[in-house]
């Protein structure tokens, strides 16, 4: 398979507490990219993390990535309600402009 | 800041009627793309488009499937003889210049009777 895998599907936690995802892939990868996308919306883009990165800030999100093992996790740390939604990672590939996205993990932050 | 608009936001549909999806990506953007994806499942690619043709498509994009660019503005996805399992939301995408993110529509909530 071409896409990403998250897990867990669905996580739910307190505000104020982090929560990490993570995305693993079967593909050689350019770049591997995080979105997020509100229900009934589309995605927005959060954070983008070349295959020779292995780290990225941005704000309260931290991703990872470990071409090795061929998986990468997204941290949100301080999680507040306004950050549930639901977040997918996206491949993409060395060759063309294709995005393959993955299933999604559905994120509940509880007030 | 500039967006990809989508229209209609709803469209309700017979089976067996073509419908056409409408978007708007954003105006320096080069790539565009077609998304869809089944109530609170994965994002699933059709098809992409550049300089006028298309660039790659999925299997799912199959000859029910046509997109067009007819005016240098407008990016249309036309579903001949819609399907009951066409039912989805489908996104329209525009990649930016610099080839890294994409920017989505709101979609379109697509429910064929």
């Known amino acids: 398979s071409q896409q990403g895998e998250e897990d867990p599907q669905a996580l739910s936690i307190q505000e104020g507490e982090n929560a990490t995802m993570n995305c693993s892939y079967k593909?050689?990868?350019?770049?591997l990219q995080w979105y997020r996308q509100n229900s009934g919306r589309g995605l927005v883009h959060l954070i983008l993390?070349?295959?020779?990165?292995r780290e990225k800030h941005s704000g309260r999100l931290r991703v990872t990535l470990d071409t090795s093992k061929k998986s990468s996790s997204l941290l949100i740390t301080a999680s507040r309600a306004a950050d549930t939604a639901s977040y997918f990672c996206?491949?993409?590939?060395?060759?063309?402009?294709?995005?393959?996205f993955g299933t999604g993990t559905s994120l509940t932050v509880i007030p | 800041e500039p967006e990809v608009t989508q229209t209609p936001s709803h469209q309700v549909t017979q089976m067996g009627q073509e419908v056409i999806l409408r978007c708007v990506p954003i105006?320096?953007?080069?790539?565009f793309y077609w998304y869809r994806q089944i109530l609170g499942q994965k994002v699933e690619f059709l098809v992409s488009?550049?300089?006028?043709?298309?660039?790659?498509k999925s299997e799912i994009f199959d000859d029910q499937f046509s997109v067009e660019r007819p005016d240098g503005s407008n990016f249309t996805l036309k579903i001949r003889s819609t399907k009951l399992e066409d039912s989805a939301m489908y996104f329209c995408a525009s990649l930016d210049r610099v080839g890294e993110k994409l920017f989505f529509g709101s979609g379109t909530q697509l429910s064929v009777l």
């Open positions: 105006s320096n953007h080069l790539y």
């Open positions: 993390i070349r295959s020779n990165e």
């Open positions: 488009f550049y300089n006028n043709e298309i660039s790659e």
């Open positions: 593909t050689s990868i350019n770049n």
């Open positions: 996206a491949l993409r590939r060395n060759t063309g402009n294709q995005f393959y």
